[in-house]
């Protein structure tokens, strides 16, 4: 140990200022870059662990891991930085006591996603305690001092944790640079426990797992770096904070401060989403992952799945069809839009006994999905429930509407069928043809019909445009030369 | 000779070894569903025993350019994915038209028909990103609706916070080959019929057969901005093709040419329609959509709708739905014509997700009804006017009816002037509540669901117009998590109609429905499903599922 320590050329309180800054700047900051943290207002969240109160046999993180940081040693501050075991009730949340963080030391977009996203951002567990404001603040370290491998990051995936045997141990009394047999001095600052949490941490050389899963997103940090967007503009002021946590992880409001722009203003920031999350060869956004479904957030075009979604749907697809397919194949759509195998969650359990009435109720509305001449009027047909059924098929002796003293004749009864074909025209097509309507509504003479004018008093001013753009529904009724036509032509 | 060809073959081998390999992508997906159950008349009787097989097959290959690391630059694609529908439950005669047997003819049905659901190539990020592409049968979604064309799009991406996109072909329709008539507009029976139903189309003169329908249409959006989304579209699609007009032959009565029909033949509009829609958000506020349809044959706003989420929460949103609608057809169709009134419905909802495992939701509104006069009062009005100027005049003339070819057509009639004037046919409405209620929890290995629903009306048959009610609980659990999946469904609905009451019922139904996925590349799905109401007794159904997606 003593050989060790005489590698390094610091008196021994700027060796322990050093070394606390340097793990404290590592962890906290590794902690930051990676991603970690408690809740806003520091409650414990389900997506972290920032104090496992036992830990069995943990390990340090890998050395190979450990090996990609390739962080400078940070300079050693003047003084000696640690003092008592007082300290040590710092660095264990985010502010001291647990007070809540401040919205504006959060990440930007944490109004609107106040939790950083479990799909995007995996729970970790969290076994250190660092503090950021005296490793920043007081010892005046930068983000680079500890985190210098975040500036030429080109993945999410790099991992951005510094070495501690390059920085910790620069202040701090003892020597990770074999992980697999880290030595301690004898100040304070070097016991395990000093930083490592968990019951006898450090004993038989072990010390509780941090557990930081990769983010599943494409990060290039090195772009940002370049852009001079510093770490706080997506992380939030983390020197402020003592444990930086996963709460500090970004939040995608936030990134559409700079990635929702378009055109020169854009430069790179593109908007599109497969700028930061992982796609599929298709090209739609990977939805999947090990804690859940990916799924748009609430204040997206108002897009979250919400359990009625089912139901409102319909206005955020017509409106931004193309957000859709960003997760969704057309298939997808499809499979319900242009269905052949009921949807059990919008056609539920003997739909077949109650259907006619959801279709005179509109609801839920059969043209979104069928063809009512053709999907619902063969079957109509074949059933024998529709005006036009073949002779075998029909109902002898039964009737679908209303006896015809109050469905057809006059005067217009409240149970007239011209109320329902006003009310809802398309479910009368779905079952009706023309000839059943022209029966009655053509004119008398040479089309046969009834001559009863289903036109409002002042359509004659309205019908010019569709006679001259196809006159066919016109002649349904009338004949070319009906004078009654002379108005449209 | 023989030696050339051995030449050639080689020289193509070494060709296609030497040639650099490309990491294209590839996905052959695909599904199968079985379905066996009864349709029965809504008097009890069974009428059609349905045997269908359905089976879907998708190929798919991404990134034929071979380089796909670069996330925005050119990529090219192929999809295609095609269909049979078969119902081994029709019946002879049903489909293919013998002019001596026609007794149970349905006019474009088929036993299994087979379309292409879509099949097209595509470019991405061609020019820089400033231009993508597609060349086939393809899908456009916005604001006009879900709509199917083969032919080309063209998309021209600027830097300026717009896109412009133009598209032109054939609409997909019904009777065409390898088509399906759920892309058409509405209101046109239209399908394919062979030679001998050609020649005696005039007994279905309603029915069209199908017929190229030219298309086109532009489009304009706003492109990268992501809290902003509003495009304008514009599609026009063309009739072709024979159709009768007269739907009855001409009378004896007009002598020469009496007992044929009259067509009209050529080009001629089938839909000509504009949209705007608008989504846009402000991530601590809330979002706001909206947008319109007009016919622009038809002459109106056919649709239009606004809705507005209040995020009062990061857990809990409000909001508010209205919708304007107003059917409207193809321009063949006469329904146009019957066409007055819109219906227009009006909801708030509040959606929340207390924990990470439970959320619900609920929305309560009202649909409205319009109509041109009165429904409750018009009768008696209408035999006021017309003379009957005695409560016992009136009450003959409610009860007996009147002489209808004179109260519909004879504009001297006293009947028929009520009927046309503009006092009378003051817009009227009825109204209907509407509520749905929608909860799910879920837990590691499973989840429950429930759905429920009333939308009923008030007052007598003149405003009311039935009610439906009911819900859905409906779970899933693995037993052997990652391979097995036990599911259930019980639903239990009530509903009245005032036009037929004598089909009033309360039902109840169950699902239950194995799963089972014994590899990564598929599974299966069973389900039995047992449907119980007084109208119909006890009805069953079994419905097998397997889905399929093999990729690299």
Known sequence: MKAMLGTKRFRRGERFGTMFL???????????????????????TPATTAVPSAVASGAVPSPEALATATAAAPPAPSGNAHTNEEDRSHGLQAMHGGAMVPLALMPPGTNASPLPSDRIFPPQQLTIRFNHTKHVKELQQSCKSCHPGAYDSTRASDYLLPSPSKTCDNCHDNDHSNLANVTTGGEPSGECS??????????????????IPRPNLRMNHAVHAKRNIDCAHCHGEIAELELATREQLPRMAGCFQCHAKSGPAQGEARGACIACHLAEPSGRLLVTFSTGQLQPPNWMHGAAHTADWIERHRGVAGANSELCGS??????CSDCHDGRVRPRDVHPSDWLSMHAQGARQDNPRCSSCHQLTAFCGDCHRRVGVARDSASDARLAGRRFHPSPDVWTQAPRSAMHHSWEAERNIAACVSCHSERDCAACHATKGIRSGGGVNPHPPAFVSDCRTPFQRNPRPCLVCHTSGDYLLGACR | MRS????????????LIQAPALAIDWEVTGDVAAQGYEVVSPWGD??????????????????????????????????????????????????????????RFVPGLQIAPVDVMMGYVEGRNLLGGALDFRLGRQYQTNVLGWWSFDGGLVRVNTPYYFALESYGGFEQRGGLPLSTSRYEAQGVWRGAGDDALRQDAHLYPSFQFGAVAPAFGVALETSGLNWIKSRFDYRRVYNTGEAF??????PDSIGPGSGGYEKVDGLRISSDRIGYSLSAFLDDVGALRGGFVYDLYFGNITRAFVSADYFAS?????????????????????????????????????????????????????????????????????????????????????????????????????????????????????????ANGNASYAWYSGKADLRAMVQTGFGDAATNRGRRAGGTISAQQAIVPGLFWLGGRVSTYDWHDPLRPDRDATSFGYVIAPELQPTQFGKVRVEWEHE??????????????LTMRVAP
């Open chain 1, 194 to 211: 000093y930083c490592h949490l968990g019951e006898n941490a450090g004993k038989g050389g072990k010390v509780a797992k941090l557990v």
């Open chain 2, 4 to 15: 050339s060809v051995a030449a050639s073959l080689a020289g193509a081998s070494v060709l």
């Open chain 2, 532 to 545: 119980m109401n007084r109208l119909v007794g006890h009805r069953f159904r079994i419905l097998g599922l």
């Open chain 2, 245 to 250: 007009t007269g739907q009855f032959a001409f």
């Open chain 1, 327 to 332: 997760c969704h194949a057309a298939k997808f």
């Open chain 2, 314 to 434: 990061s857990k809990t949103t409000l909001g508010i739905d209205a919708e304007y609608f107003l059917p409207s057809f193809d321009a063949d169709s006469i329904f146009n014509w019957f066409t007055h009134n819109p219906s227009a419905s009006a909801m708030a909802r509040i959606a929340s997700q207390p924990s990470r495992s439970f959320q619900f939701a609920a929305q309560a509104g009202t649909k409205l009804w319009l109509t041109e006069g009165d429904p409750a009062s018009w009768a008696a009005a209408q035999c006021a006017a017309g003379g009957y100027a005695t409560a016992e005049q009136v009450s003959q003339c409610l009860r007996f009816g009147v002489d209808s070819t004179n109260a519909f057509t004879d504009p001297n009639n006293a009947l028929y002037a009520f009927a046309r004037s503009e006092e009378s046919r003051k817009s009227d409405l009825s109204a209907d509540l509407v």
């Open chain 2, 46 to 103: 069974v009428v059609l025993g349905r045997r269908r097989l359905m089976s879907t097959l998708g190929v798919a290959a991404y990134n034929l350019q071979g380089d796909a690391s670069r996330p925005f630059g050119p990529s090219y694609s192929v999809q295609v994915r095609m269909r049979v529908d078969a119902d081994f439950g029709i019946r002879d005669g049903e489909t293919g038209y013998v002019p001596a047997d026609r007794a």
């Open chain 1, 22 to 44: 340097a793990l404290a700047c590592v962890l906290s900051l590794l902690l930051a870059l990676s991603g970690s943290g408690p809740a806003v207002a520091q409650t414990a």
